[in-house]
């Protein structure tokens, strides 16, 4: 996909070989959105996908990325690097 892809609330899964060559980002909820009640995104970078920008995360979510994805900077969130086919489930 060329450009950059973006979500405030949504989960996001890369997967099948996917490629980003812009930035993955998941901004802040505007003012009144209530998302400290509900469990943060998920956010998944898996086998063989990769982003070539950066991925930028402006609140929390769960980032597990791939021993096998490439993925460019990442700001605001941990990942959690793993193998296999998937990542373990929340």
């Given at each position: 996909?060329?450009?950059?892809?973006?979500?405030?609330?949504?989960?996001?899964?890369?997967?099948?070989?996917?490629?980003?060559?812009?930035?993955?980002?998941?901004?802040?909820?505007?003012?009144?959105?209530?998302?400290?009640?509900?469990?943060?995104?998920?956010?998944?970078?898996?086998?063989?996908?990769s982003?070539?920008?950066?991925?930028?995360?402006?609140?929390?979510?769960?980032?597990y990325?791939?021993?096998?994805?490439?993925?460019?900077p990442?700001?605001?969130?941990?990942?959690?690097?793993?193998?296999?086919?998937?990542?373990?489930?929340?």
């Amino acid at each position: 996909m060329a450009g950059n892809l973006g979500t405030v609330r949504g989960d996001v899964e890369l997967a099948g070989g996917a490629r980003i060559d812009g930035d993955l980002v998941v901004e802040k909820p505007t003012i009144g959105w209530n998302w400290r009640d509900k469990p943060p995104p998920r956010v998944v970078v898996g086998p063989d996908c990769s982003v070539g920008g950066r991925l930028r995360f402006e609140h929390p979510v769960t980032l597990y990325v791939s021993d096998r994805a490439t993925v460019g900077p990442i700001t605001g969130a941990t990942p959690i690097r793993y193998s296999g086919d998937s990542p373990p489930r929340r």
